[in-house]
């Protein structure tokens, strides 16, 4: 049985840093892509970045270029997200994800098989 634990989401000021870690078990994910998606109160979830396993080619949305960034540590089946100059705007449950989407859809939800339960990320002014 795949399980997916997402944690790290906390109370922070706009300005300040946060890491975001997803353990895997179940199994092993070498030929997978694993993303980070998140969902804002009254708001569609929306995609937030991916890392490729097996190339490790790295995508993110528009919205956190620059600020955030994916990585993942094939040992221990963890992926993480470390967040910094955090905004107001990122405030949201953030979930992890598995799956494999082809190249042109990195950002598409319906691709991704195996979800984390969401971790709250809640950024004050």
């Known amino acids: 049985q795949v399980q997916l634990r997402d944690a790290g989401g906390a109370l922070a000021q706009a300005g300040g840093s946060l890491r975001l870690s997803c353990e895997a078990s179940?199994?092993?994910?070498?030929?997978?892509?694993i993303a980070w998606f998140r969902q804002a109160p009254g708001k569609e979830r929306e995609f937030v970045a991916a890392?490729?396993?097996?190339?490790?080619?790295?995508y993110y949305a528009d919205s956190v270029k620059g600020r955030f960034s994916i990585s993942g540590d094939k040992n221990s089946n963890a992926l993480f997200l470390e967040m910094t100059t955090l905004k107001p705007g990122d405030t949201a449950v953030y979930f992890c994800?598995?799956?494999?989407?082809?190249?042109?859809?990195?950002?598409?939800?319906?691709?991704?098989?195996?979800w984390g339960q969401g971790t709250q990320v809640t950024v004050s002014s």
């Open positions: 890392i490729r396993s097996s190339g490790g080619r790295k």
């Open positions: 179940g199994g092993t994910f070498n030929t997978y892509t």
């Open positions: 994800a598995v799956g494999r989407p082809i190249l042109s859809a990195m950002s598409t939800e319906s691709m991704y098989y195996y």
